[in-house]
């Protein structure tokens, strides 16, 4: 008691106005827990609707396909032998059914092994344009079809014409553009334009893919690279695939170390750009450096 | 006919992890990551994750970026390839704090160990010993063999 008598009227009201002001503080800092816990929490009742989602999809994904192979493979075994236009027309379908199947399973592949921690990076010397002219080459069909005009712009420029080199792992690469032009063809309206740019900038890879599409609204961007998350949940025909893509491509390019961007509008379309640093492995991430054992500070536990 | 038994060496990336019941030398590289090694002290083999962040937020792939992720897999793991929980023993590296930061939200170093140490608590495993916090990088290198680690720091400057 004595020593409150010594306290000021202003200073017990300092103290309080403290007091107060920490309660607040707190208070809000709770507000922002319990905020992240409820969309933590919502994203685990989330999760657990993909995997039932997902088992329907498997069925729309894989079984659809092999029994549109099947059919089909069986339908040239009957077919008339001189009805040839039949048959390749027939092929065709077939090839474009097992592509498809493919390069999801490819998706598949590549989630389960990132997810696993046992992804590794096989960096070699990458010719970059030529890994655009088998993408090219195999989207074929579907450029075909849809009447799509592809418009690729080089800012490789080698003085001699020799091929642009790349230090950089060629299948994972490979995987990411086909994604981003798969889905770039895929949501292009027919006869539209789908424009491909590469070229260097600051030492970095930088491609980007724009397609004339259905666009993303804003508010949607942000949801894009989640895993197994499609903005229209609807099973039709452009709308294929798991929602597997765009997660697989970020995983990989924060592999490599870069980036991967989108600028989008709705109904005028969307562009992602990937930017990759080239790979230093081999000149950095040495692993022997031989006398370990005798650094000053090393110690063994 | 004798046989010789090579040893494998492996660059841990973060974000990877690494088990194998054949000797392997395993280095890598830690700021605010955590490692985590594992050692079977029957059957004389281990495995070591990489972890960036302590929980996965369900953004993503559930990959072994993050802590509760990665333990959990690499347990997995050391148990298929045939170890057995009870002679398992952890040592834990890193976590060091290389980044200045004044914003309690970002001690990510400190969160990892937090967490590494817990989840060992959690499952009944033993940390022999560790060495983690501080201010510096480190360099770790794990004989999966024989469960020896040698560990030196890094030099803040040369550090990227």
């Given at each position: 008691?004595?020593?409150?008598?010594?306290?000021?009227?202003?200073?017990?009201?300092?103290?309080?106005?403290?007091?107060?002001?920490?309660?607040?503080?707190?208070?809000?800092?709770?507000?922002?827990?319990?905020?992240?816990?409820?969309?933590?929490?919502?994203?685990?009742?989330?999760?657990?609707?993909?995997?039932?989602?997902?088992?329907?999809?498997?069925?729309?994904?894989?079984?659809?396909?092999?029994?549109?192979?099947?059919?089909?493979?069986?339908?040239?075994?009957?077919?008339?032998?001189?009805?040839?236009?039949?048959?390749?027309?027939?092929?065709?379908?077939?090839?474009?059914?097992?592509?498809?199947?493919?390069?999801?399973?490819?998706?598949?592949?590549?989630?389960?092994?990132?997810?696993?921690?046992?992804?590794?990076?096989?960096?070699s010397n990458v010719n970059i344009i030529s890994i655009f002219q088998s993408l090219l080459e195999s989207y074929s069909h579907v450029i075909w079809e849809k009447k799509i005009k592809v418009n690729f712009i080089n800012h490789f420029h080698q003085e001699n014409g020799s091929p642009f080199f790349f230090r950089t792992d060629a299948d994972k690469l490979h995987l990411v553009i086909s994604n981003l032009l798969c889905n770039g063809l895929q949501f292009s309206k027919l006869e539209r334009e789908v424009i491909i740019e590469a070229g260097i900038l600051n030492n970095d890879l930088k491609v980007t893919i724009k397609d004339s599409g259905i666009g993303i609204r804003e508010e949607n961007q942000k949801y894009i690279f989640g895993r197994f998350k499609k903005l229209d949940n609807t099973i039709n025909d452009v709308n294929k695939g798991y929602g597997l893509g765009l997660t697989v491509c970020q995983e990989l390019v924060n592999m490599f170390g870069g980036s991967i961007t989108l600028q989008s509008k709705e109904n005028e379309g969307s562009s992602f750009t990937i930017q990759i640093p080239e790979s230093t492995k081999g000149t950095v991430n040495v692993v022997d450096d031989g006398n370990e054992m005798f650094f000053e500070d090393t110690q063994i536990f | 006919m004798?046989?010789?038994?090579?040893?494998?060496?492996?660059?841990?990336?973060?974000?990877?992890?690494?088990?194998?019941?054949?000797?392997?030398?395993?280095?890598?590289?830690?700021?605010?990551?955590?490692?985590?090694?594992?050692?079977?002290?029957?059957?004389?083999?281990?495995?070591?994750?990489?972890?960036?962040?302590?929980?996965?937020?369900?953004?993503?792939?559930?990959?072994?970026k993050y802590g509760n992720v990665a333990i959990k897999k690499l347990l997995e793991k050391m148990i298929l390839l045939g170890a057995d929980k009870k002679n398992l023993i952890a040592k834990i590296f890193g976590g060091g704090e290389v980044i200045d930061t004044t914003m309690a939200n970002f001690y990510i170093g400190e969160r990892n160990i937090e967490l590494a140490f817990q989840y060992m608590q959690d499952v009944q495993i033993p940390v022999v010993s560790s060495c983690v916090g501080g201010l510096y990088g480190r360099k770790i290198i794990y004989s999966t063999n024989t469960g020896v680690i040698q560990h030196s720091f890094i030099d803040r400057e040369v550090r990227q």
């Open positions: 008691m004595e020593n409150l008598k010594n306290i000021s009227n202003k200073e017990l009201l300092n103290e309080i106005s403290r007091r107060f002001d920490d309660s607040a503080k707190s208070l809000k800092e709770q507000i922002a827990l319990y905020d992240t816990l409820e969309t933590v929490n919502k994203k685990l009742l989330e999760s657990e609707e993909l995997k039932s989602h997902f088992l329907s999809n498997i069925r729309n994904e894989i079984v659809n396909p092999f029994a549109s192979i099947i059919a089909l493979s069986k339908h040239i075994v009957r077919s008339n032998k001189e009805d040839w236009k039949t048959v390749i027309s027939i092929a065709a379908l077939i090839h474009s059914e097992a592509f498809f199947l493919d390069f999801q399973l490819k998706n598949i592949f590549a989630a389960a092994e990132i997810e696993s921690g046992e992804t590794k990076l096989h960096i | 004798i046989e010789t038994t090579t040893v494998l060496t492996h660059y841990l990336f973060p974000g990877t992890l690494y088990v194998n019941s054949r000797p392997s030398v395993v280095t890598t590289v830690l700021g605010s990551c955590v490692a985590v090694c594992l050692f079977d002290q029957e059957h004389y083999f281990g495995g070591i994750n990489h972890f960036m962040l302590p929980y996965w937020n369900g953004d993503g792939l559930a990959s072994p």
